[in-house]
């Protein structure tokens, strides 16, 4: 057995980043030159996934366009001697199959998730949250190993300071993390406040499923939020067993909000091959300007 399927929830409204995503949808914003979608695309696929189901609206038919060929750019690349760029565009989508699913009203991610269950069989699958991006699939692919080992569903953790634990969902452990960044999970809980949180390790937009949890999402009632919540299905899961986290030192970017996502920018800029030899003269250059 093996997880080749990747679910990715991108039928969110975007309303942290309006008015940019009124007409482009905020998986499509750039990351330097490619949409952060192909960013998570490329850590699904690093990490053995070659199936992808994109959960997506009907309001944004631009993420469907973007794996439409493209033949007659990449002609004119060609014509003008830009062969590595139409290489990159041939490339595109091309070592995935791509799905697409719909959600037809913001009920949550549980819902979301929900939606991708025929299109996803009967097979563990991984899921991941566009609004983070990693800087590789190590995450993932250790994820994909422990669901395989255990037969449980597994999520990706990190440990963050108490007082943010009521913005995401956070595990209650079983004993101490492993030499591997490994856990066991007890229970699970979505936005606690911070006095009924059971621990300072929250969910991660990173998730391997076993295929069950689809009888729970459909047996969802609306929770944290008035949503249909996955960490509510994956509560039913984790009270049976075996369920475990993965906690690793990646780096992770969250861009779910503005300052997050000019963050990464920044970051993966300054670490670029092509830009960032030029990027870092001109960010000094910034951050030298006489603040007056
Ligand atoms: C979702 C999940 C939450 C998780 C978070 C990670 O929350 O419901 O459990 O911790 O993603 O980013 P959201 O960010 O959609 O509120």
Not at 80 to 100: K, L
Not at 264 to 285: I, M, Q
């Amino acid at each position: 057995m093996r997880v080749h399927t990747a679910v990715i929830p991108a039928a969110g409204l975007g309303t942290r980043f309006l008015p940019a995503t009124k007409s482009v949808p905020k998986e499509l914003l750039p990351v330097i030159d490619v949409p952060a979608l192909q960013l998570i695309i490329d850590e699904a696929v690093g990490a053995g996934i070659d199936h992808l189901v994109i959960v997506n609206s009907r309001n944004k038919p631009s993420i469907e366009a973007y794996f439409a060929d493209a033949p007659e750019v990449i002609d004119k690349l060609e014509a003008s001697g830009r062969a590595e760029m139409a290489e990159r565009m041939r490339a595109i989508g091309r070592d995935v199959q791509v799905s697409f699913v719909y959600q037809h009203a913001a009920l949550g991610l549980g819902h979301a998730v929900g939606c991708a269950r025929d299109a996803v069989g009967d097979e563990p699958f991984a899921v991941l949250l566009p609004d983070e991006i990693m800087g590789s699939s190590e995450l993932l692919s250790a994820m994909c190993a422990v669901c395989v080992a255990t037969g449980g569903s597994v999520v990706g953790l990190k440990r963050v300071p108490m007082q943010e634990v009521s913005a995401y969902g956070v595990i209650d452990p079983i004993g101490e993390i492993d030499a591997d960044g490994v856990v066991a999970i007890r229970d699970l809980v979505e936005k606690p406040a911070v006095t009924d949180a059971p621990s300072d390790l929250i969910i991660i937009g990173r998730y391997v499923l076993t295929p069950d949890v689809f009888e729970a999402i459909a047996e969802l009632k609306p929770g944290a939020g008035g949503e249909l919540q996955l960490t509510d299905a994956l509560r039913v899961q984790a009270a049976r067993g075996p369920f475990h986290g993965v906690l690793r030192d990646v780096r992770r970017y969250d861009t779910g909000n503005p300052v997050g996502w000019l963050s990464a920018v920044v970051e993966l800029a300054l670490d670029h091959p092509r830009y960032g030899a030029d990027f870092r003269v001109e960010l000094e250059r910034v951050l030298d300007r006489d603040p007056s």
